[in-house]
């Protein structure tokens, strides 16, 4: 029967040949049992790659439901579902491992009688988020009562018998659609009755609280790209989330910058950017699992609740799949002088005079007529640039812009996507300062009722000067990311032990650094400082690397001298300086070489004196460049004798550099009381 063609008869015997593998290896797994403990992981990876790719799905046939769509696809792989999902769902354990840092910073101001704390976990699927808390909570102690809503009955009884495993009773499986799930329905009052909800919703404003409490912490790991109707449940969250409380999700995403133009309110843009062969591929892939990718699910949980941290990242592993994470609370701010729910009103007054320090301005009720008077006259009040953002999403509204929901309000207001501030390159110039603050503290003589606005640079010189306790200080900076660096270092300093702080900013190196940002420091920093940090943890972490102090704009200027030591043949001159006892033995070490190859003409002309050199490594802008000129040919009497400027850069700059290291040589020892230079040097600092 068959042809005679020779090579038609092959292509139809291979195919015959693969259609029987297939029904044999169709037939196979099939009669696999989903209760199977520990399946091999080429095993699970067959299973997994069967149901989803090659199974017959009954759940899409006419007048089927949400829960018969989902036994169909999760039937047959339910047993297998951890070990097929480590790779594929990034970001869990960070979720998790950040909405635990937020309930552990929490839980420090709360009452020490805190009568009980719930956890809903929405599309837990088979537990595994629960049990992984673990590695940041005690669970069974920490949480009066957790309960696990999924739609899927045959992943909720693989996570019925891993918590029989773990004996944790205080975790409760509710086979349920989350649309309907409600607290009440489960939780007991002080009468052992279960409760019924006594207030109802207030509109925007309004203060729903059930006799039982409402959930600490709600979350979903690739859950909500799961559920059709995930404006209902999204709305459900809200009823159901405490006004303290914290929301986490994680999950895949696409998204075109065009989505995200003019929001204020998303806790940060970068990286969020999907281009459109992504977009186009990865919802046509994940749309063949019921997963729907579209852009509307994230937007609405934006819009519905307040972005604490938002994180974007992609799943290289897997071929770059789009992932975030998100943390979330109820849009209604907490004030940060009071501990119990604000007005946005008032909250956003208070933060607008604290950000701006002007007499126009005044908190709300305050009580000094004066201050009425003046805030009431003409011209109109000088506000913030928070202000503005805060009254146009309320106007609108929309969620406060993410900076009003941190824990600490050392951050203020601003837009990243301004020109101004994306000139940078998403990357700081300075990881540490130049400037001595002993010169500073012996002129200024700050008090405290002193208020400073100083220029941010590496954050160094503001710490210095917030130890002389004065009432406030401005830390400004063009460039967003050395606000990120000095939020780090206020963070380590509020969050972190010594031992943790020396690493990080006595040696710029620590290889743990990624788990203490998640676990430590992601409640004292801002999203924008969060996002920046986490996808530059290798700076800290990175073997290859020198650690913080040569990164940045600088380390070109950095690499470039240490590299100019070893050609020129300095380096063991250069160690010998950095170690040198006494300032006589220091100056002998400069004189004798060091001096005269580091500031000859030649070598300045070549490099200092190259303005691209200027900006690029040493981060000075034109202007002060000219202002060196300026005060060289005003000193040397060039000025006005039509003396080409270019003509004198070289000489100028030449003479500022021997101003500037001779006396720094003959006058501090390195070693003991120049740490700037000891820093430069060394790429880190000494113990002393």
Not at 631 to 653: C, R
């Amino acid at each position: 029967m068959l042809p005679r063609d020779p090579h038609l008869q092959i292509i139809i015997a291979a195919a015959l040949l693969a259609l029987l593998v297939f029904a044999i290896f169709a037939i196979a797994l099939s009669r696999w049992k989903s209760d199977d403990e520990s399946p091999h992981t080429l095993y699970s990876y067959l299973r997994f790659f069967y149901a989803s790719f090659l199974k017959p799905h009954t759940g899409d046939r006419p007048g089927g439901s949400q829960q018969d769509a989902l036994e169909s696809f999760y039937k047959a792989q339910a047993g297998v579902y951890d070990t097929t999902r480590k790779r594929l769902l990034r970001g869990r354990e960070d979720m998790l491992g950040l909405v635990a840092a937020q309930l552990k910073f929490k839980a420090k101001n709360e009452d020490p009688n805190h009568p009980r704390r719930i956890w809903v976990d929405i599309g837990g699927g088979t537990g595994y988020n629960i049990e992984a808390m673990s590695n940041y909570l005690p669970v069974a102690e920490f949480f009066s009562s957790i309960y696990l809503v999924d739609l899927s009955p045959s992943l909720c009884e693989i996570a019925r018998r891993r918590f029989v495993r773990l004996g944790w009773t205080n975790v409760k499986v509710i086979c349920q659609d989350a649309r309907s799930f409600r607290l009440e329905d489960h939780e007991i009052d002080s009468s052992n009755r279960k409760a019924t909800r006594t207030s109802k919703s207030t509109g925007y404003f309004g203060n729903e609280v059930a006799p039982v409490g409402k959930a600490d912490l709600l979350t979903l790991s690739y859950s909500l790209s799961m559920i059709p109707d995930y404006y209902s449940v999204v709305d459900a969250m809200s009823s159901l989330l405490s006004p303290f409380g914290i929301l986490g999700v994680t999950d895949f995403y696409v998204q075109s910058r065009v989505d995200l133009a003019g929001r204020n309110y998303t806790g940060g843009v970068f990286n969020r950017h999907v281009n459109w062969l992504g977009r186009v591929f990865w919802r046509a892939w994940f749309e063949i699992d019921r997963v729907g990718l579209e852009p509307g699910r994230r937007d609405y949980l934006e819009y519905r609740f307040g972005t604490i941290l938002s994180v974007d990242d992609r799943n290289y592993r897997m071929g770059g799949i789009p992932y975030y994470i998100w943390l979330g609370c109820q849009r209604k701010p907490v004030s940060p002088f009071t501990s119990s729910p604000d007005y946005p009103n008032e909250v956003i007054e208070r933060l607008d005079a604290v950000a701006t320090e002007s007499p126009y301005l005044s908190p709300v009720n305050h009580t000094n007529a004066l201050s009425r008077v003046v805030s009431s006259s003409t011209p109109p009040e000088i506000r913030s640039k928070a202000f503005n953002a805060a009254i146009l999403n309320l106007t609108a509204n929309l969620p406060l812009p993410s900076f009003f929901y941190q824990n600490h309000h050392w951050r203020i207001h601003y837009d990243e996507q301004l020109a101004k501030h994306t000139q940078f390159k998403n990357e700081y110039i300075y990881a540490f300062t130049w400037e001595d603050p002993r010169v500073d503290q012996r002129i200024l003589e700050l008090g405290s009722d002193d208020v400073v606005l100083a220029v941010t640079s590496a954050g160094d010189n503001i710490l210095a000067y917030a130890l002389e306790g004065p009432k406030r200080i401005h830390a400004v900076d063009l460039n967003p990311a050395q606000n990120h660096l000095l939020e780090l270092k206020v963070a380590a300093f509020t969050a972190l032990g010594y031992a943790d702080v020396w690493k990080l900013f006595g040696e710029g190196k620590h290889a743990g650094f990624r788990d203490l940002l998640v676990s430590k420091l992601s409640p004292h920093m801002s999203s924008r400082a969060f996002q920046y940090w986490l996808d530059n943890a290798s700076v800290f972490t990175s073997r290859k690397g020198s650690g913080l102090y040569e990164t940045g704009g600088s380390r070109y200027a950095i690499k470039l001298v240490k590299w100019l030591f070893g050609s020129l043949g300095l380096s063991a001159e250069i160690q010998k300086l950095c170690r040198a006892k006494t300032l006589n033995e220091q100056r002998e070490v400069w004189h004798n070489k060091i001096r005269k190859v580091l500031l000859s003409r030649v070598l300045s002309w070549l490099v200092v004196g190259n303005k691209t050199f200027l900006w690029k490594a040493l981060g000075v802008p034109e202007e002060q460049a000219n202002m060196i000129q300026k005060d060289y040919s005003e000193q040397d009497g060039l000025a006005g004798t039509g003396s080409i400027k270019s003509d004198i850069t070289g000489q100028a700059i030449w003479e500022y550099l021997v101003n500037t290291l001779d006396p720094t040589v003959e006058n501090t020892l390195l070693s003991e009381d120049n740490y700037f230079y000891l820093l430069c040097l060394q790429g880190k600092y000494s113990r002393r």
